[in-house]
């Protein structure tokens, strides 16, 4: 592209979860929460008025932020900053934080798009194994880099390092820490209370998990204020619209739907573990709402999954190291585990696979 950037030749943008547009599938592939949101969230949006939508929304978002603030037992608004969902966060934090050059740590495997930020702003992504239990080995510790991202818990293996190593991170680490809490709601555990320890800490989390709510596009991040001060330098004017901003407070208030919600997928995927094991599957344990099937053998991983594809059930297949042999299922509902559950057996019990003409089949096809 003759008037594109030297930075971004060869530079890929980020591949978001497939969206099929098709009715009558069911839907494991990018870990959207099977239940509604809260009805107060439907409710709080319907009352906008007119007025709202001609104005700017605040651009600081101060009331959401003092909500969450409250609701999470931080000190005050000014320890928290929201974003247009968590992604905008992460793209803020390599704005305000890196300099073209300097190299960004992750873990491998985790989520793809620290990668592709990383490259947009002319940053290096450096990368190290986690061990075979998906924790951090101890080159982790021992890396330097100007920051570094860690999914906690881990995505795409659904496993959370242990709070000591979260912490031994924040300690020796030169560099900012961004703790992507993205799933930690689901979790046994969180590092929320790490910014009144250590400076170097940020936490991430999102609305789209836990309540449900990808469509609105909200996230936030904990942090000391300084850490805030810096992202809100490089934030977009009006990064969080007024129906993400209302919405937002409304999810908060509903404690009674937000609990209900995530027990019933810790449950789920209770169940579906324990499902997929009996089936031969390795499944690490998952502290998200989705796990990580590994399979060895015929058929193979990409097999099974274009076999569920076929019958309509939609779950992510990773195309990339240390995940070919492994799928990523999303804790669905009761119905969409029984189906998930019976086509497994149909398929590994060497079925035929239903005929093309049918309606949910082709539709996926096409
Ligand atoms: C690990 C992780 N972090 C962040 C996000 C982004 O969340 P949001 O929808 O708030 O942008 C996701 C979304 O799937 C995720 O898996």
């Known amino acids: 592209m003759k008037y594109g950037r030297e930075i971004l030749k060869g ?5 978001p979860g497939e969206q099929p547009k098709m009715k009558n599938i069911i839907k494991l592939n990018t870990n959207e929460n099977p239940y509604p949101p809260s009805p107060r969230v439907l409710q709080a949006v319907q009352e906008i008025s007119t007025e709202w ?67 947009l ?15 951090l080995p101890e080159q982790f510790y021992e890396t330097k880099a100007r920051m570094c991202f860690i999914p906690r818990p881990n995505a795409p293996s659904g496993v959370a390092s242990g709070q000591k190593a979260m912490e031994r991170l924040c ?6 820490v961004f703790i992507d809490e993205a799933y930690a709601d689901f979790a046994d555990d969180n590092c929320l209370g790490f910014p009144r320890v250590f400076e170097n800490a940020i936490i991430g989390r999102t609305f789209s998990k836990s309540y449900a709510l990808c469509g609105l596009r909200l996230g936030f991040a904990i942090a000391r204020p300084e850490i805030i001060n810096e992202l809100m330098k490089v934030k977009d004017s009006y990064n969080v619209n007024i129906v993400a901003q209302l919405g937002g407070v409304a999810a908060l208030e509903d404690r009674e739907h937000f609990k209900n919600t995530v027990s019933k ?3 789920n995927r209770a169940w579906l573990t324990q499902a997929l094991r009996d089936m031969g599957f390795r499944v690490l344990d998952s502290q998200t709402n989705f796990v990580l099937a590994h399979w060895k053998g015929a058929p193979s991983a990409k097999e099974i999954f274009e076999a569920l594809r076929a ?19 999303t804790v669905g509902n009761e119905r969409e585990i029984e189906a998930l559950i019976d086509a497994l057996r149909a398929i590994l019990s060497g079925e035929p696979m239903p005929p093309p003409d049918d309606a949910a089949a082709t539709a996926v096809l096409v």
């Open 311 to 329: 019958r309509a059930i939609i779950v992510r297949y990773f195309n990339a190291r240390r995940l070919e042999n492994a799928m990523r299922i």
């Open 171 to 176: 300690r020796e680490f030169n560099g900012l």
């Open 265 to 267: 997928i810790r449950n």
């Open 121 to 135: 702003h002319g940053s290096k992504m450096r990368y190290v194994d986690l061990d075979g239990e998906y924790q």
């Open 53 to 119: 939508l001609r104005k700017y929304p605040d651009p600081v978002s101060l009331r959401l932020r003092e909500a969450i603030a409250e609701h999470y037992g931080v000190a005050g608004p000014e320890c928290v900053i929201a974003g247009n969902g968590m992604d905008d966060i992460l793209a803020m934090a390599i704005r305000a934080f890196a300099d073209p050059g300097d190299e960004i740590l992750s873990p491998y495997p985790s989520y793809t798009l620290y990668e592709t930020l990383a490259n």
């Open 11 to 15: 530079v890929e943008g980020y591949v």
